[in-house]
């Protein structure tokens, strides 16, 4: 009856159709203007039919509908509030026109039914869902909320608490919780769902099941009281609130105001309020970062295809060194079922690397994630060891030692000896140079740099460091090894401090500058919290420890000569002169401590009031929350830029979800080149001259300057 390029409609008997979303040469389906223009012929087809007694909606993939096509959202989103508000009520009439078809509807859900799959399925008059299925509304995670309808049949459909925690909690649910909520109609195992569907429709048929009142349901206001409305509004404003004003996404408390104002009205209001609520949120600096982080992920994912196969992924790894990072890696390598050779020379260290992969076992079975048996089998596969022994069978090495040039130099030296001839050689370094270590190896061509974030298991980003020499197909197999693991590789041209580290090298020197001009530390973390980041820079050094802090920052700096000139008598280094090391310390700019409850606390060191009279001669200056933000941020930006044009990474993509990832950079931002191009070149200029005398990390470039003229941007 009808054929398109992701939508079939097809006949099952004399009275029954069957609606088909089956996007061609896609793995997928999406709710794309292709989808959405077929659906609209596809409406005035059916509405054209007689003698058609229901229609059963399913889909012709492994899913049911992943939700629109995310894509589109940077063209749609870009248009004027009224284009925007028009365009979406175009769309809800497609949604409405096939909701008010004159026979009964059954959606028939397989896999997952996301956004706007799950309001296409609850456009429908009924809803069966495989028991293996999921459904949910995504979209605040996407700085949006659904706005196809889904607000409006959600909070008519469903207790209005639950809907407004399925609404703006963002999580997908189950088969079984959409059931008990009322959502769906019945739950049943895969091969039962297309029988299911089409037993309902026949009842529907025979009056047995009133499908008409099911339908009426959804287009008056929702039923609740004035004090169920309140209460489900006090429940869900302190979350909405600090979403806004600690995550700076303020969708959820839009929607939370919208929901609140639709809910007396029938569909036609509800839906005209649920439309014009949507431009705040669309055309929101943070929706515009979120959508991008999407497509970015997106991007990093297809540069990375195809590195992953069964001839590149190693099948016996080697780590030397069972440190915290060195522990880290060998669990994760074994988790995701690549066996490990742990090397260390002392046996106290390797106990302490296997107890620590026991621990996070144990943590992933107590949380119900894997069995006790996998745990073991897990575990059996780490081979601790003191010797060199096996080796001969490891098709990639990672040495993991101390970070020291000699340390790591003598040990990957031994270590190429041993290998055999296609065994990739890696180094876990944060700070050293794989160009320079490589210079002890006779094959520099099979070495590579694997900078892993601490800690290992819970840390999604690896930076994959090309050094000077290293070939392709190294590269290729590292990247893979990082992929088999789960995480996420982006592979970064050899410099110091890679790129990461690099940039947040100069962000953490603003506040060692900043402090030294009399700003209260305290103060400074205070204002990048309510920033977004997830800790201020104070508590950052404490976690990584003020003697690596230290060390890693002068190595990183001194690569960059006058750029990152040396802070003569700063206040790391006097921290350390009086063993303030940090939380490993127990004391550092806050002192740390375990409550009587077994949680760890931390408050200001006082301690540091004497540190602070010595390191500021001149006495406490205040700063305003947006200085300290420009002073911290505004090199970090700019260092971001460098890295660009020096082509340390091959893409914004990579970079923004690199500091993502592996500095916790505020999501609402979507990264730094991402928050260049909401601000403007032009503006990030005119920032840092503002703060010229601040030494030479606020200086843009020539480049940076031509490319503010240009109004040029890293997206397009």
Known sequence: MFQGEAIQLVRIDEHLLELKFDRQKSAVNVLDSVAMNEWREVNALLKAQTGVRGLLVTSGKDVFIVGADIHEFTGIFSLSDEALIKKTLESNAILNDFEDLPFP??????????????????????????????????????????????????????????????????????????????????????????????????????????????????????????????????????????????????????????????????????????????PEVAKSPAANALIQIYLNDQAVKKINKGALTAQLAPKQVAVIGAGIMGGGIAYSSAFRGVPVRLKDLAQKALDIGVAEAKRQLARQVKSGRITLERSEAVISSIQPQLDFAGFETVDLAVEAVVEDMGVKSRVLAELEQLLPAHAVMATNTSSLRVSDLAKCLQQPQRFVGLHFFNPVPAMPLVEVIRGAQTGEETVARARAFVQKMGKTPVVVQDCPGFLVNRVVTPYLRAFIRMVSLGADPYAIDKAMLAYGWPMGPAHLEDVVGLDTGTRVLDVIAAGYGDRMPVIERNVLEIMVERGLLGQKAGEGFYVYSTNSEGKSTRQPNPTMAAVLQEIQPMGARYFSAEEIVDCLMIPLLLESVHCMQEKIVSSPAELDTALLFGLGYPRYLGGAL?????????????????????????QPTAAMREMALQDGRFYG
């Open 105 to 278: 509807t059954v959606a028939a859900i397989n896999g997952y039914a996301l956004g706007g799959g799950f309001e296409v399925a609850l456009s429908a008059d009924a809803r069966v869902i495989s028991e293996a299925a999921r459904v949910g509304f995504p979209e605040i995670g996407l700085g949006i909320y659904p706005a196809y309808g889904g607000t409006v049949r959600l909070t008519r459909l469903v207790p209005l608490a639950k809907a407004m925690e399925w609404i703006l909690g963002a999580q997908m649910h189950t088969a079984q919780e959409a059931l008990e909520i009322g959502a769906v109609h019945a739950a049943v195992g895969p091969d039962q769902l297309r029988a299911n569907g089409l037993d309902l429709l026949r009842r529907m048929n025979t009056g047995e099941v009133d499908w008409r009142a099911m339908r009426e349901r959804k287009l008056q206001p929702a039923v609740a009281t004035p004090a169920e409305m309140e209460s489900a509004v006090a429940q869900f404003t302190p979350m909405a609130r600090d979403a806004a004003e600690r995550q700076h996404l303020p969708a959820a408390q839009v929607a939370l105001g919208m929901i609140r104002s639709a809910c007396g009205y029938a569909r036609a209001q509800a839906q005209a309020i649920e439309t014009a609520f949507f």
């Open 674 to 698: 991402k928050q260049i191009d909401q601000m403007g070149m032009g503006e990030l200029i005119r920032r840092s001259e503002r703060y010229a005398d601040m030494g030479p990390e606020y």
